[in-house]
């Protein structure tokens, strides 16, 4: 079996916050984290907003620095010395379109930045056919080069963005939900593009959002995160045809059908009680207090990630 592109192994984020006078508490936002990305494959990571998908992102590229665990490129460990030569291999695009982009620089400015930064082009000229290449890939017009953030729409925003992420030829991009702030005909502009780029350049990506329907349609494979933990790994297809957490379960009887019929005949899982704090985490099993299979042995141990057969992944006792 290959090696593969991006691996990931134990990763922990823990945040410090203070809890009194000269006290402070982990926040656990990232707690054991393991998976692995191929080249030119898209693992798709879902959960609830706040369970450490978007911390793992940034970990990955060591926007933040990890608490413990390592990261691993092509099978080499990423750290501070090598960050450098490993950015320019491994790229992010950012949720938020415009947040993310400078207001003070022109697109072209935008995208020519990590050209500048690695020092890709030779001349202005070269730089000045490389950003027209990259914006007419991702859809933009030439007389778009000397505009700013604030005179385009939130797909224009986000295709600048992806842009930039691919000035430097990158490997591997964390897509940290691209397409959320996005109306729905855009959204659909935005996948399809994504898809395309990867057909014709063979960029893997970790792939974060919400919308399952949408993880479904673009990944190969499909992480669900509960709480800073991977609670189930499994193909795509597995995973929305034969869902084994119970969390797992419960998301995927969420997602909107568009058929009548099929929509009344599911039964909807309701989860019970509020998502614990990750400040105070409870015992064992972080999901045991919202979920009906939950036992004694939830409580005492946390279980660990296991493969079912045929590369599904579940942490569970008792499915």
């Not at 935008?110 to 082009?121: F, K, M, S, T, Y």
């Not at 930039?164 to 702030?181: G, W």
């Amino acid at each position: 079996m290959s090696q593969p592109l991006v691996e990931v192994r134990h990763l922990k984020q823990y945040f410090p916050v203070k809890a009194g006078f000269a006290k402070t508490i982990p926040l656990k936002a990232v707690d054991d984290v393991s998976f692995t990305v191929n080249e030119g494959e898209t693992l798709g990571l879902v959960g609830e907003s706040g369970c450490g998908k978007t911390t793992v992102g940034r970990t990955i590229l060591r926007l933040y620095e990890p608490t413990d665990g390592e990261v691993l490129f092509k099978g080499e460990p990423i750290t501070g010395k090598n960050i450098t030569a490993m950015r320019k291999q491994m790229q992010m695009v950012f949720q938020d379109p415009y947040s993310s982009l400078d207001p003070r620089m022109t697109v072209e400015d935008i995208i020519g930045e990590p050209l500048d930064v690695h020092r890709l082009c030779r001349s202005r000229k070269e730089r000045r056919d490389k950003i027209l290449e990259l914006m007419s890939f991702v859809g933009l017009n030439a007389e778009h080069a000397r505009r700013y953030a604030h005179e385009f729409s939130g797909g224009q925003r986000q295709r600048i963005g992806i842009a930039r992420a691919l000035a430097v030829d990158p490997k591997f991009i964390v897509c940290d939900e691209p397409v959320s702030a996005l109306d729905v005909s855009i959204q659909a502009q935005v996948i399809n593009m994504f898809e395309e780029l990867q057909e014709k350049l063979g960029v893997a990506y970790l792939f974060i959002a919400h919308d399952l329907l949408v993880v479904h349609h673009i990944s190969k494979r499909i992480a669900v995160m509960y709480l800073g933990r991977i609670v189930e790994l499994a193909d795509s297809d597995e995973l929305n045809e034969n869902p084994i957490h119970p969390y797992t379960e419960s998301l995927l009887s969420a997602v909107p059908i568009p058929d009548p019929d099929v929509t009344r005949s599911r039964q909807r899982i309701l989860l019970e009680g509020d998502v614990p704090s990750p400040l105070h985490m409870p015992t064992g099993c972080a999901f045991r207090t919202r979920c009906r299979y939950a036992t004694e042995k939830c409580a005492a141990e946390c279980p660990a990630l296991k493969d079912r057969g045929d590369g599904h992944f579940v942490a569970c006792w008792n499915k």
